[in-house]
């Protein structure tokens, strides 16, 4: 496992991965670290210390709600989903990623 | 919206603390126990499993603690957090608290007391709309002194011509009687002109007010308002009032509605009305005084207008001199020489002649400033507590410091302490203030009728104080909370005494000095106020108020005049004598100090005036014969009324003393004679001389006074002197009987004893004096209580000191020298200062006092002396400690 980016540049984004992933499906927090390491094919492996805080932060802004339900393995677990202010926000934070990269792309090349 | 939400979910986090931390520790143990069967579904043992997944989920507290970083709502549970703790705090030291709250209660109760007294005084407007737009009409007569009423011919030219106002309503004011399914009572009324409350805009409690447009000819129009205070005492506020009939002067009346409470009338030092009645019935509520259209010169009404729209002050005063310039033109036998005068009639008013607007300017003032000081002192007190107390607790602040608190915090939490004190001493001081105006009574003069000022706490009265506890948070909270997070952390830590630092010694040593400045200037203006009060008591009266007993009645009311009346007078002065507790009966009109005036111009020749052929005007009473032996005042020269001084006999009348030196000096003024009323009205001869007296006030400065007997000038209200044999008020009801036995008709009013009405006459200086008094007491124990603080709190913090001093070999007197010079140095600096601001404050209140100089020496002497006596005392008891310091323990303990 690579060791994961430092936490600054990687809160805004671990926002944006956290949207993405409860675009499908509402899960719990350890759904969602699960789902991010296997969707990167492993490379991202979210810091879990890093995980709470930024749900946390999500649910403040409105963006996800939460729900406790009994987990697939009949455990109570703590389910988040998507909002419509999170679908929105979602969609306007993948743009400013998509021209964020893009940016950062076209300086490396030059050289 | 979403932040709505979320805001929500943070609320009802911080709501239910205690659910959100286990919902917390579930999810974060959910999260491990699945990690943990991950580990295990990949062939790791138990613990290697659960040891892996601990490892990589790193520190449980530190994510608890972040997520719980994350939850706070910043500012508002900081606050909360605050108060808890200052709560806490308080409940450990409930000494201070309690110290605190009582000390700033008492001050800002006082304060917002004497606030209500001025609000009461100068501040409160008619309850109406736009009072602003009010103003007060008068005629302005140089030759008279200034500011007089109106005649109704004037007002009616004023309303209909002058064009300044949309609507101008005209008042006067006398005794009616009133019966309600009963005995009439006499009660005080306003006549009033059928627009009177149109114009200043009021509305009615229930019923109606008097319309203009109803009234129709005079006579036709009987109908009555009551006020609030009646509908509560006689009909229980029962809305059914409205409707029904009364008696006013013994014809029917029928009540339309009722005035809201808090209004008493156009005047704020005259009886309040119980009773409104319309113009167009002057015959019935004013009977004897002739037409209401008697003459351009019969001038009675007092005149309050609204200003038309568009027309402010400026403009109206111009447009009013123009107008009166053209009354003068085309009425000049009555107006010549008379211009105008508008005041602002925003809060009830009284003729700037008698009441000018000066003096109460001057009265409020005065009264915000000893609210002022009163409050510093007050608050230097509490400064001073809190400074000692943040001293006790260096060693706290400087472990919060330590741990990394920040300054501003702390400052914040200090500040919250002087907050919440605030609050408390806030709400009790407005309690005071509350509780206060319903003693308001005992305040007050108790005169024939209900009068005052409305002292009740209304929004300003709130806010004031509100006002003021916001202040004083600042001045007792904010220094001490700066000045204790100023800490060392170091030395604090160890446990080490602060350097010896002038600092917090010099600001404490500065607030005592201005306690005790503050206390001199308040004790000064209280001294010089009880000692104008006893120069009050001990004016020559010119009469003996000894079992002097007084009571009134009004016959013309029940129709009695003229020959009549005077038959009245007589029998029931026969019936008096008779009894066995009176020794003489007599009647007059005005009695001294009984509020009422009259007077009378005279053609006397020989005076300046009558060389310009002018009459002087002479204030007057008329009284029957045996009235100056009743009341007591000698007889100097000639003789007193008897009973050939009746109509048709020739016109005489008895001159004081004053008046005799006058008009009559180094002559004897028994015989000489004057024209009555007009330069060329009939003769009136001088048949006596008496004593001087006073008439109106125990201060007014001597005046020329006549008398015309009752025989000879009929009157309406007469006042009846009784010298009584033993105490006066024991013989009223018999009196009141017999005066029945003659007429049962007839109701009397205003039974006092002389005694009793000079004492009401001084009761504007008796109040001032007790305020002032009480104010200055208490800014002196409250100086005295940090005075004791700062040298026992000096003392202490020179324990070490003082004891290597004592080790070393001094004795008990030089240790104790060396704490007194300390205090004594306060002493004479704040005495100093103190004299110096009352030299200032009492020069400005010369007007105010009676008999006394506003440097009066023996009040400058005592206050000094016995301030600096007690405050050395006061400093003493703490000082004796010191010299009792065990030197091997100060110099071990730290």
């Known amino acids: 496992m690579s060791p994961p980016p430092s936490t600054e540049a990687l809160r805004g ?31 991202l492996d979210v810091n879990q210390g890093s995980l709470y805080p930024a749900l946390q932060r999500l649910e403040h802004r409105g963006w996800i709600r939460s729900e406790w339900k009994t987990s697939e393995n009949n455990r109570r677990a703590k389910y988040y989903a998507l909002s419509a202010a999170g679908q929105r926000a979602l969609q306007e934070e993948t743009e400013g990623w998509r021209r964020f990269a893009g940016a950062v792309e076209l300086i490396l090349e030059t050289s | 919206m979403s932040w709505l939400r979320g805001l929500a979910t943070r609320l009802r986090a911080l709501a239910l603390r205690s659910a959100s931390e286990r919902e917390m520790d579930e999810e974060l143990r959910f999260h491990l126990q699945m990690e943990t069967e991950k580990n295990l579904r990949a062939g790791m043992t138990p613990e290697e499993a659960r040891r892996r997944a601990v490892l990589d989920f790193g520190g449980m507290e530190r994510h608890r603690e972040e997520l719980r970083e994350g939850r706070r709502l910043g500012v508002l549970e900081d606050l909360a957090r605050d108060l808890r703790y200052t709560l806490r705090g308080f409940r450990h030291s409930p000494a201070f608290a309690v110290a605190a709250i009582l000390t700033l209660g008492l001050a800002i109760g006082a304060g917002s007391v004497v606030f209500s007294l001025v609000n009461g005084l100068v501040l409160r407007p008619f309850p109406v709309p736009d009072p602003e737009r009010l103003v007060a009409l008068w005629n302005f007569d140089p030759r008279e002194g200034g500011a007089t009423q109106l005649s109704y011919e004037e007002y009616l030219d004023w309303r209909d011509s002058s064009g300044i106002f949309a609507g101008l309503a005209g008042q006067t004011s006398r005794t009616v009687s009133l019966a309600v399914d009963g005995p009439a009572e006499l009660v005080w009324s306003e006549v009033v002109t059928e627009d009177y409350f149109a114009v200043l805009g009021l509305q009615p409690v229930v019923g109606r007010f008097f319309l203009p447009e109803e009234s129709g000819s005079p006579g036709s129009y009987p109908f009555v308002v009551l006020s609030h205070h009646l509908w509560r005492e006689r009909f229980r506020t029962d809305p059914a009032v409205v409707g029904r009939q009364v008696l006013v ?146 060693r706290e602040i400087a472990v919060r410091l330590a741990l990394g608190g920040s300054r501003k915090r702390l400052v914040r939490q200090l500040l919250t302490e002087s907050a919440v004190l605030a609050t408390a001493g806030g709400s009790l001081g407005l309690l005071i203030a509350a509780l206060t105006s319903h003693f308001q009574s005992a305040m007050l003069p108790r005169l024939h009728f209900r009068v005052g000022l409305d002292v009740s706490v209304d929004h300003r009265v709130v806010l004031f104080t509100a006002g003021i506890a916001f202040l004083a948070v600042f001045l007792f909270g904010l220094t001490p909370a700066l000045r204790a997070t100023r800490v060392d952390v170091i030395p604090a830590l160890r446990g080490q005494p602060p350097r010896a630092g002038s600092g917090r010694g010099r600001a404490r040593d500065l ?83 009984d509020t ?113 007997p009752l025989r000879q000038n009929g009157a309406r209200t007469m006042t009846l002197v009784i010298h009584t044999r033993g105490e006066p008020e024991a013989v009223l009801p018999a009196v009141r009987e017999k005066i029945h036995s003659v007429d049962p008709e007839l109701p009397t009013f205003g039974a006092v004893t002389m005694e009793r009405s000079v004492r009401n006459a001084l009761n504007a200086q008796e109040t001032a004096a007790v305020l002032a008094a009480l104010l200055g007491a208490l800014a002196l124990l409250l100086a005295i209580v940090g005075l004791y603080g700062v040298v026992a709190y000096g003392v202490s913090r020179r324990t070490r000191e003082l004891g290597i001093r004592i080790a070393l070999g001094a004795t008990p007197h ?55 006596t007690v405050a050395l005392i006061a400093s003493f008891l703490p000082a004796r400690r010191a010299t009792r310091v065990d030197p091997l323990v100060a110099l071990r303990a730290e």
Not at chain 2, 332 to 351: H, K
Not at chain 2, 523 to 545: E, H, I, K, N, Y
Not at chain 2, 816 to 831: D, F, Y
Request: net charge neutral; with cysteine; proline share 6%.
């Open chain 1, 13 to 43: 984004t671990l926002d944006l991965l956290i949207l993405k992933t409860l675009l499908l499906e509402p899960m719990h927090g350890w759904g969602i670290s699960q789902r991010i390491q296997q969707l990167s094919r492993g490379v």
């Open chain 2, 249 to 394: 002067n013994g014809h029917p009346f029928q009540v339309i509605g009722v005035a809201p409470e808090s209004f008493h009338g156009l005047r704020r030092f005259g009886f309040w009305p119980d009773v409104w009645v319309p113009m167009g019935m002057y015959r019935v509520a004013l009977p004897g005084s002739g037409e209401l259209r008697s003459g351009r010169d019969d001038r009675r009404l007092l005149t309050v207008g609204r200003l038309a729209p568009g027309v402010e002050r400026d403009e109206a005063e111009h447009r009013a001199s123009a107008f009166a310039r053209r009354l003068e033109e085309e009425f000049p036998a009555t107006n010549q020489g008379i211009g105008a005068l508008l005041t602002s009639a925003r809060t009830p008013f009284d003729s700037p002649r008698y009441v000018p607007p000066r003096v109460l300017a001057l009265v409020a003032s005065l009264g915000m400033v000893a609210v002022a000081l009163l409050l510093l002192v007050a608050c230097a007190n509490i400064a001073s507590l809190m400074l000692a107390r943040s001293a006790a607790r260096r």
């Open chain 2, 511 to 593: 607030l005592v000095m201005g306690q005790i400045a503050a206390s001199v200037v308040l004790l000064v203006v209280g001294g010089l106020f009880l000692r104008s009060l006893g120069a009050t008591r001990t004016v020559d009266l010119g009469l003996d108020p000894q079992n002097r007993l007084l009571l009134s009645v009004d016959p013309s009311l029940q129709g009695y005049e003229g020959a009549r009346s005077l038959e009245l007078f007589r029998q029931v002065v026969r019936e008096l004598e008779a009894m066995p507790g009176v020794l003489s009966a007599s009647w007059g009109f005005p009695v001294p100090f």
């Open chain 2, 596 to 708: 009422y005036e009259n007077s009378t111009s005279l053609f006397i020749a020989g005076t300046a005036e009558a060389q310009k052929r002018q009459t002087v005007d002479v204030s007057m009473s008329t009284v029957d014969e045996g009235y100056f032996g009743a009341i007591g005042t000698p007889l100097l020269a000639g003789r007193d009324f008897a009973s050939f001084d009746s109509a048709g006999a020739p016109l005489v009348m008895i001159v004081n003393r004053t008046m005799a030196e006058r008009y009559w000096p180094g002559r004897e003024a028994v015989g000489q004679q004057a024209r009555l009323g007009r330069v060329d009205g009939p003769t009136v001869e001088v048949v006596g001389v008496v004593e001087d007296g006073v008439y109106f006030s125990p201060t007014d400065p001597r005046r020329p006074y006549l008398f015309l």
């Open chain 2, 814 to 868: 030089s240790v104790l020298g060396t704490v007194l010079r300390g205090a004594g140095r306060s002493i004479l600096v704040g005495v100093s200062l103190g004299l110096a601001g009352a030299v200032m404050v009492s020069r400005v209140m010369g007007s105010l006092l009676y008999g006394v100089s506003p440097s009066d020496p023996i009040t400058f002497f005592s206050v000094p002396v016995l301030l600096s």
